[in-house]
């Protein structure tokens, strides 16, 4: 069965194919802002939306009315139009965000479907040429389309590709399932006493609070408030990388040697929602809880379990979601479940007397909770 795989690849454009990728993004955006807005004025005046068609064909009027758009790709147009179309479905159908209108400099990107061609380090792009890119590995499958985006001072190609068979396929045997127990101060312990450790920023936060400090003193607008925050944003970015990087590891191990990964079903949003309340009902421990919800969304629960589900399914594998209701509190040997058995990082069950580390003991649950579930039917299976 054929999969979709994308390889990421830092552009080493010149200037002049640098402007072209500005203009081309800038092109972009605004035919998604035009698209979006016509779409919302027609909604508003007969209750009715538009189609994709009905969009795609005004769009070479839109074009003569806007000469500028002429010097992008037609197809990267194109694909805006199909791109909100295909928001508004996943709106309707997923219930997830509603389509807003881009603004300049924020995920600034454009899409080229066909057209282009990768000959080793050198990509050909329409309309701009050959453009040098970073080979920092090698490319396999057969390329169907590329998007070239910004991020922070850099430009990046993302080649999606269609891979006939997948590669390193794990086989369900014994051992290949495992429990997985997401925290804080440990990132993720598994059934099997693996773990990963959490995401250090200390360093990069407090960079990252001077930064912002001395942006606060500049004068918005000026040279150095530009300066200040081209350096905050650097920051930012490379706590953004950090993060990927130890999640990418992470998941590439476990998918390497798993088949079947049993993890918490876990409201992220609703565990980190503040603890502020409001003016008649005051929230207690409010710096506490901020400063859980910050380590919470730190680690990338969510990026986690994403990059684990496409992983496992290159590899033929499933990621399963389980209830994590009282994994933490239930001795696997005797089965006995009460809150004094979990003891800050240990587990001592109060009537057996087994001991053992309280995320492994909580992950072993989630196996043998995962097992049985899938044997009766039970689960919310997130990964084909």
């Known amino acids: 069965m054929p999969i979709l795989k994308a390889y990421k690849y830092r552009l080493e454009p010149n200037s002049s194919q640098r402007m072209a990728f500005e203009q081309y993004a800038g092109c972009c955006r605004f035919v998604w802002n035009w698209a979006l807005d016509q779409r919302q004025q027609y909604y508003a005046a007969t209750g009715k939306s538009m189609s994709w068609a009905e969009q795609d064909a005004q769009l070479k009027h839109l074009k003569k009315q806007f000469t500028f758009l002429g010097e992008a790709p037609a197809q990267s147009l194109q694909q805006v139009v199909k791109d909100l179309d295909r ?8 219930g997830r965000g509603f389509p807003r209108f881009k603004k300049k400099g924020i995920h600034d990107s454009f899409r080229v479907p066909q057209g282009f061609r990768v000959v080793g380090n050198y990509i050909r792009l329409p309309k701009v040429g050959e453009v040098k890119f970073r080979l920092s590995r090698e490319l396999e499958g057969i390329a169907k389309s590329v998007t070239v985006s910004r991020r922070g001072a850099h ?20 051992g290949s399932a495992v429990g997985i127990d997401m925290g804080v101060t440990t990132l993720a312990t598994l059934s099997d006493g693996s773990e990963f450790h959490h995401i250090d920023f200390s360093q990069l936060e407090r960079k990252r609070l001077r930064a912002q400090r001395s942006l606060s003193r500049k004068k918005k607008g000026s040279s150095n408030f530009r300066k200040a925050k081209a350096r905050l944003y650097r920051i930012h970015e490379s706590i953004a990388n950090k993060r990927l990087d130890t999640l990418h590891k992470a998941t590439t191990a476990i998918s390497n040697n798993h088949a079947v990964v049993y993890v918490e079903a876990l409201n992220t949003k609703g565990m980190s929602t503040s603890a502020k309340g409001d003016m008649e009902t005051p929230g207690k421990n409010v710096r506490a809880k901020a400063g859980l919800n ?26 399963i979601e389980i209830n994590p209701r009282y994994t933490s509190q239930t001795c696997p040997k005797c089965g006995h479940t009460a809150k004094e058995n979990r003891r800050g990082k240990r587990f001592v069950c109060v009537k057996c007397g087994h001991t053992d580390d309280a995320d492994r003991n909580a992950a072993i649950n989630i196996l043998e909770v995962g097992q049985t579930s899938t044997a009766c039917g039970d689960i919310r299976r997130i990964s084909a």
């Open 294 to 319: 910050k380590a919470i969304l730190s680690q990338g629960w969510h990026e986690f379990k994403r990059q684990l589900k496409y992983k496992l399914a290159w590899r033929g594998g499933n990621l």
């Open 155 to 174: 430009w990046y190609a993302s080649v999606q590709v269609e891979v006939v068979e997948p590669s390193n396929l794990i086989p369900f045997c014994e």
């Open 87 to 94: 928001a508004y479905k996943v709106f309707f159908k997923e």
